[in-house]
């Protein structure tokens, strides 16, 4: 099975608008990190938001929102009010293990657009 | 700059030849990464430093792939004997304890005709 899938391949959104990046994972470890980047069209993968696996609350970081359903096994990325700057592929990966500084599991990610 | 560096940004070779790839992590991250993007796909897990040990070379697929980090900072990714299928995007990142995020250099587009 897939550790992390993203279903969504490409997504087409009008500026200013909201969005949502689906992400489900698979892991049976009781502690696992939840990450979202984004990789514009230069290459470099750029950090948004985390979420631990026992942190209570949603993650937020300005524009960026983590909807996690933990009983789901879903960690979705929520993008409010929707810049032409946000068009590039975004990953979902987690971290498994509570030691910290282990390897990140990506899924296949989604390219989103927003049109003007 | 601050953030983690990637030497050469892009790199073409001959089937059979070998490579290296530099990467220069964040200051005072004592955990580095090195990972393979292939065209479409998500970063996949090659090895990971902690220090100048291999903590987990799992995702290295064969041993033609080799990497060493011998002072605890920069770190050198080896490829013998290159095939085509070795064409990638090489990404490294580095991390602390203190926030435990990984942050990833531009990485080295590797092209092996």
């Known amino acids: 099975a897939q550790k992390i899938t993203q279903t969504q391949p490409g997504m087409f959104v009008q500026e200013k608008e909201a969005v949502t990046l689906d992400c489900t994972y698979d892991t049976s470890d009781p502690s696992y990190g939840l990450f979202w980047y984004k990789q514009p069209s230069s290459g470099e993968m750029i950090f948004l938001i985390y979420?631990?696996?026992?942190?209570?609350q949603n993650a937020t970081e300005g524009r960026y929102s983590l909807n996690f359903q933990k009983a789901r096994k879903s960690a979705n990325l929520v993008i409010s009010a929707s810049q032409l700057g946000d068009s590039a592929m975004y990953f979902c990966a987690m971290r498994e293990g509570n030691f910290g500084n282990e390897k990140l599991t990506f899924g296949t990610g989604t390219r989103l657009t927003i049109i003007p | 700059g601050a953030g983690v560096s990637q030497t050469p940004s892009n790199k073409v070779t001959e089937k059979g030849k070998y490579v290296e790839l530099r990467c220069d992590p964040i200051?005072?991250?004592?955990?580095l990464y090195w990972y393979r993007q292939s065209l479409g796909q998500g970063p996949e897990f090659l090895i990971y430093?902690?220090?100048?040990?291999?903590?987990?070379d799992s995702g290295l697929p064969n041993d033609r792939f080799f990497a060493v980090r011998p002072e605890g900072s920069v770190s050198t990714l080896k490829i013998q004997r290159t095939e085509r299928g070795d064409s990638a995007v090489y990404l490294c990142?580095?991390?602390?304890?203190?926030?435990?995020?990984?942050?990833f250099g531009a990485g080295t587009r590797l092209s092996v005709l």
């Open positions: 200051s005072g991250h004592t955990a």
């Open positions: 979420q631990g696996s026992y942190d209570q």
């Open positions: 990142a580095s991390s602390s304890f203190v926030d435990d995020i990984q942050y």
């Open positions: 430093f902690q220090g100048t040990g291999a903590a987990d």
